[in-house]
């Protein structure tokens, strides 16, 4: 079955220590997306990518890199830069040059740093 | 910029219909979204209707589109315990991939 995997489901870090998300899409979408989703706050967008070796700004995006080396795969960092990094974050994929082109979302990893 | 509001909350009896409301701002939005969290996991794409329709059905679900008003809404028929979830309504506009989203109704069904 054709999905995006997300892992861990869960991480702990402490504060000051960098720490990357995974995710890995097998739907063959040219577009990936990390959200960061915090309670009653919807998701905002941290960074995106159209195409491999090309990635932009979200709205949120300081204090997080990301990079797109592969078409299945766009890991997210979080650094010590990152004033607030405990938070539920969502990666998501679509196919970017679909005009509708609804987004397909992994099941998270919940960040948790002490 | 574009934005999108709903209501933060809403509480119904198991067998009654729930109606959620969405309202968004840019006007060349193209399709509109529906999508279920359930606790702990991503988001689940439910439904969507392109914005030259004014409704669309799908089992249980009834999307209506109030163009003129930028007024979307969901009707869950028969609500079910199952059905608990935050539902989230999202944009996409004319020239733009990315889609823009509103911050979740919590819909909470009573046995």
């Known amino acids: 079955d054709g999905g995006i995997t997300q892992s861990p489901k869960y991480l702990f870090r402490k504060e000051g220590q960098n720490v990357t998300l995974s995710c890995e899409q097998n739907l063959n979408h040219d577009a990936m997306y990390w959200y960061r989703q915090d309670p009653g706050q919807g998701l905002r967008l941290i960074y995106y990518s159209q195409i491999v070796n090309d990635f932009q700004k979200g709205d949120i995006a300081e204090g997080y890199s990301v990079s797109r080396e592969k078409k299945e795969s766009f890991p997210l960092t979080v650094t010590s830069a990152q004033k607030n990094p405990t938070a539920f974050y969502l990666c998501?994929?679509?196919?970017?040059?679909?005009?509708?082109?609804?987004?397909?979302f992994g099941n998270g990893t919940r960040l948790t740093v002490t | 910029g574009e934005d999108v509001e709903q209501s933060l909350f809403l509480s119904v009896r198991e067998g009654d219909s729930s109606v959620i409301n969405c309202t968004y701002t840019d006007s060349s939005s193209t399709y509109l979204y529906w999508y279920k969290q359930e606790p702990g996991a991503g988001l689940q794409l439910l439904t969507y209707i392109f914005s030259n329709m004014d409704m669309k059905q799908d089992q249980r679900l009834t999307v209506l589109l109030n163009k003129k008003d930028k007024h979307l809404s969901l009707r869950i028929a028969d609500t079910q315990t199952g059905d608990s979830a935050i539902y989230f309504c999202?944009?996409?506009?004319?020239?733009?991939?990315?889609?823009?989203f509103g911050s979740g109704t919590r819909l909470l069904v009573r046995p």
């Open positions: 998501a994929s679509n196919g970017a040059s679909s005009y509708n082109s609804p987004l397909h």
């Open positions: 999202a944009e996409k506009g004319g020239s733009s991939y990315k889609l823009i």
